[in-house]
């Protein structure tokens, strides 16, 4: 019996090794396409991803033409065509940016509107669910799906790691974890947490917001200057014959080097000056 036994413990070890070499690893969510991450989150969730870059190459061909027909410079006709071929991004990213600045104002209000589900004797996935009438406009569908797929499942840690993926926001992030350790260890302090939480995201709201309306000074400047010597090309491109300083080789490079100068400064000028973004600390 005892050979019978050793041998039982052996296979029963070989086997625990082979399953553990030959177990599939599970499967870790592919992070979204830029592209289709950027129309996400402009808002444009039923554009196919192959519009924007069409929409930039339509975009760029078609104001190039135009500017090489009016100037006959072909530098001109290059700048033209990668302007408006980087139009249709800027405005991906603009639109983007104010959706995503809409959100977080509207954040301490649904964090507030689960404090008050809470303390009204709702259960935490009763509480998430409501964001699908209280919550941020943008993410209600969202919170619409966690509240039927919990409902046909009742997994609620499951579900809210869905919900947490589905949204890829830092705010709800921290909601989640919140509300993650308050299903697994309990406790009687979750309505004060949520109000401290509430408070932050309200305080954090408004420096961003004064520091926002001081920046702007500071870009609109920089915008009017990267703009003013353009405006003063084109009021003197009306005149004839000044473009043909700019057909030969040395006026072609002046124009480039004043495009590649204008465009660098600007960028870097924003690259400075932006606020640094919530990160996903908890994805």
Same mark, same amino acid.
């Given at each position: 019996m005892g050979g019978v036994g050793v041998g039982v413990l052996l296979g029963l070890g070989v086997f625990c090794v082979w399953w553990s070499c030959w177990t599939r690893p599970p499967r870790v969510r592919?992070?979204?396409?830029? /592209?289709?991450?950027? !129309?996400?989150? #402009?808002?444009?969730?039923?554009?196919?991803?192959?519009?924007?870059?069409?929409?930039?190459? /339509?975009?760029?061909? !078609?104001?190039? #033409?135009?500017?090489l027909v009016l100037s006959a410079v072909p530098v001109l006709g290059a700048g033209a065509f990668a302007a408006a071929a980087w139009a249709p991004v800027a405005l991906s990213r603009s639109r983007a940016w104010a959706r995503a600045q809409d959100a977080a104002a509207q954040w301490p209000d649904a964090v507030d509107a689960v404090t008050a589900s809470v303390r009204a004797g709702a259960t935490l996935p009763e509480a998430v669910a409501s964001l699908a009438v209280r919550g941020p406009v943008r993410f209600r569908p969202a919170f619409a799906r966690f509240a039927a797929a919990h409902r046909a499942s009742g997994a609620f840690e499951t579900e809210l790691d869905r919900l947490r993926e589905d949204l890829a926001d830092p705010v709800f992030d921290r909601l989640a974890a919140t509300l993650r350790m308050t299903r697994q260890v309990g406790g009687s302090d979750l309505g004060s947490t949520l109000r401290t939480f509430s408070g932050y995201l309200r305080e954090d709201a408004r420096t961003r917001g004064e520091l926002l309306a001081r920046q702007s000074w500071t870009v609109s400047a920089a915008r009017l200057a990267v703009a003013a010597p353009w405006v003063v090309l084109a009021l003197l491109a009306t005149r004839p014959g000044t473009l043909t300083a700019f057909a030969d080789t040395t006026g072609a490079l002046v124009l480039g080097l004043g495009a590649l100068l204008t465009a660098g400064s600007y960028r870097l000028m924003l690259r400075l000056g932006r606020l640094p973004a919530p990160r996903r600390v908890l994805a």
């Open positions: 592919r992070a979204r396409r830029p /592209l289709r991450a950027l !129309l996400d989150a #402009a808002g444009w969730t039923e554009v196919p991803v192959a519009v924007l870059p069409l929409g930039c190459l /339509l975009a760029g061909t !078609l104001a190039g #033409a135009v500017a």
